[in-house]
């Protein structure tokens, strides 16, 4: 009696997939760059058709477009014989913008056509390395006649417009997760022009996830657009660069106040993260008591005061964490007292009694570097601290892990 039909679905993929590996014939070339993937439409067409159908959605689940080139052919690909409906996330992640007008670049209509010809599509990715503030109005209409989407993000140096912005959430309805950039409320600065209409607020019934990546773009001023939205089911927020994003403190900073007012009491996890070119929020404490039914905060220890008490949070992330821990180990006297202090000063916060729920606390500096070094001689009031602290945790029932959930051992 055959086993297969005991095995998990995940297991029976690999199984079809390296059993029918050989007929399969596409085309990886290194001639524009490392990973660039090109397609040879009439040698797949021609070497598809005997592969299972669970080995074709196995190898066109995930699509990546790193070419420019590839787009055309790939769009021709992916419409022969209903290939397409095995496509479940599409990332765009050209090395460069595509070319000609902003309204229609070169390739959207390409772009359109692959959308188009994945009607179970879930997830649209844009990582492009440069791009004007707009969507061409081509791969727009495809995005929007997409009921199947539940994800679109901006996770490069393109972003999309307000408008464009709107036009989406309001055509998708089941959109769950959304990642934004460009957000800044801070493009007015003439205040002698009469103020903008107060727009009617979008209605975004099934966003749980927010990402919002604020940076000093001009003109773009999507994070006004949330701010008023009706998001009744947002409970996870990701803050990236937040700080001095279009360099008028004061104005950001009240729009994110203002954010939080309204926002604040449905998160249940709050991720600010700072970047290559802007710190982290502001009075993040004041943004923090807004938001009462928090489960799980992450946050950069260098950028930021301790926290305030939160009698509901199981798991707090913690960044930045290791350059307080290198001046106390590499600087003597003073300099290496205070940066121990400094970071004492957070964790105490965590396990002294202002966060009675908490169980687990993740040190998340392992994610720039791919892992902590071997561990280094440090100076004895270093590691005594370290040990301290971890006996603290143990006797408290609190784990401490780092960004792979894997326990760390001070």
């Given at each position: 009696?055959?086993?297969?039909?005991r095995l998990p679905e995940e297991i029976l993929r690999h199984v079809f997939y390296f059993a029918t590996l050989t007929p399969f014939r596409v085309h990886k070339l290194r001639t524009r760059?490392?990973?660039?993937?090109?397609?040879?439409?009439?040698?797949?067409?021609?070497?598809?058709?005997?592969?299972?159908?669970?080995?074709?959605?196995?190898?066109?689940?995930?699509?990546?477009?790193?070419?420019?080139?590839?787009?055309?052919?790939?769009?021709?690909?992916?419409?022969?014989?209903?290939?397409?409906?095995?496509?479940?996330?599409?990332?765009?992640?050209?090395?460069?913008?595509?070319?000609?007008?902003?309204?229609?670049?070169?390739?959207?209509?390409?772009?359109?056509?692959?959308?188009?010809?994945?009607?179970?599509?879930?997830?649209?990715?844009?990582?492009?390395?440069?791009?004007?503030?707009?969507?061409?109005?081509?791969?727009?209409?495809?995005?929007?006649?997409?009921?199947?989407?539940?994800?679109?993000?901006?996770?490069?140096?393109?972003?999309?417009?307000?408008?464009?912005?709107?036009?989406?959430?309001?055509?998708?309805?089941?959109?769950?997760?959304?990642?934004?950039?460009?957000?800044?409320?801070?493009?007015?600065?003439?205040?002698?022009?009469?103020?903008?209409?107060?727009?009617?607020?979008?209605?975004?019934?099934?966003?749980?996830?927010?990402?919002?990546?604020?940076?000093?773009?001009?003109?773009?001023?999507?994070?006004p657009l949330l701010t008023t939205a009706n998001l009744p089911s947002l409970t996870h927020l990701t803050l990236i660069g937040t700080f001095h994003f279009g360099g008028n403190v004061a104005?950001?900073?009240?729009?994110?106040?203002?954010f939080f007012e309204i926002h604040g009491s449905q998160f249940e996890s709050l991720d600010i993260r700072d970047d290559e070119r802007f710190a982290p929020a502001g009075p993040l404490v004041?943004?923090?008591?807004?938001?009462?039914?928090?489960?799980?905060?992450?946050?950069?220890?260098?950028?930021?005061?301790?926290?305030?008490?939160?009698?509901?949070?199981?798991?707090?992330?913690?960044?930045?964490?290791?350059?307080?821990?290198?001046?106390?180990?590499?600087?003597?006297?003073?300099?290496?007292?205070?940066?121990?202090?400094?970071?004492?000063?957070?964790?105490?916060?965590?396990?002294?009694?202002?966060?009675?729920?908490?169980?687990?606390?993740?040190?998340?500096?392992?994610?720039?570097?791919?892992?902590?070094?071997?561990?280094?001689?440090?100076?004895?009031?270093?590691?005594?601290?370290?040990?301290?602290?971890?006996?603290?945790?143990?006797?408290?029932?609190?784990?401490?892990?780092?960004?792979?959930?894997?326990?760390?051992?001070?």
């Amino acid at each position: 009696m055959s086993v297969a039909p005991r095995l998990p679905e995940e297991i029976l993929r690999h199984v079809f997939y390296f059993a029918t590996l050989t007929p399969f014939r596409v085309h990886k070339l290194r001639t524009r760059g490392p990973g660039t993937w090109t397609f040879n439409p009439p040698t797949a067409q021609r070497n598809f058709t005997p592969v299972p159908l669970i080995s074709q959605e196995y190898l066109l689940e995930n699509i990546t477009l790193k070419s420019v080139e590839s787009v055309d052919s790939f769009a021709d690909f992916i419409s022969h014989e209903r290939l397409g409906r095995w496509v479940r996330t599409l990332k765009i992640a050209f090395a460069t913008q595509w070319t000609s007008s902003a309204v229609r670049p070169a390739h959207a209509t390409g772009v359109a056509r692959i959308i188009a010809s994945c009607p179970r599509l879930i997830t649209y990715e844009v990582a492009l390395l440069s791009g004007a503030g707009g969507v061409s109005s081509d791969v727009l209409a495809a995005l929007t006649a997409h009921e199947s989407l539940r994800s679109i993000g901006w996770t490069g140096e393109a972003y999309p417009s307000t408008a464009d912005v709107r036009t989406l959430v309001e055509a998708l309805p089941n959109l769950d997760t959304l990642h934004l950039r460009g957000c800044n409320p801070g493009t007015r600065t003439d205040r002698s022009l009469p103020a903008p209409p107060t727009p009617v607020p979008a209605n975004m019934p099934s966003l749980k996830s927010l990402t919002l990546r604020l940076a000093e773009i001009r003109g773009a001023d999507t994070l006004p657009l949330l701010t008023t939205a009706n998001l009744p089911s947002l409970t996870h927020l990701t803050l990236i660069g937040t700080f001095h994003f279009g360099g008028n403190v004061a104005m950001n900073t009240a729009a994110l106040r203002q954010f939080f007012e309204i926002h604040g009491s449905q998160f249940e996890s709050l991720d600010i993260r700072d970047d290559e070119r802007f710190a982290p929020a502001g009075p993040l404490v004041e943004f923090l008591e807004k938001c009462t039914k928090l489960k799980e905060i992450v946050y950069p220890v260098s950028w930021t005061a301790p926290l305030c008490p939160m009698d509901k949070v199981e798991t707090v992330g913690l960044r930045t964490v290791a350059p307080d821990l290198l001046a106390a180990s590499l600087e003597g006297g003073q300099a290496g007292r205070v940066a121990l202090e400094y970071l004492d000063a957070h964790l105490e916060m965590l396990i002294g009694g202002s966060f009675p729920k908490l169980r687990t606390i993740r040190f998340l500096d392992d994610e720039m570097v791919g892992g902590y070094s071997p561990p280094q001689p440090i100076p004895p009031q270093v590691e005594n601290y370290l040990t301290t602290f971890s006996q603290r945790c143990s006797k408290l029932n609190i784990k401490t892990v780092d960004s792979r959930g894997t326990p760390i051992s001070f």
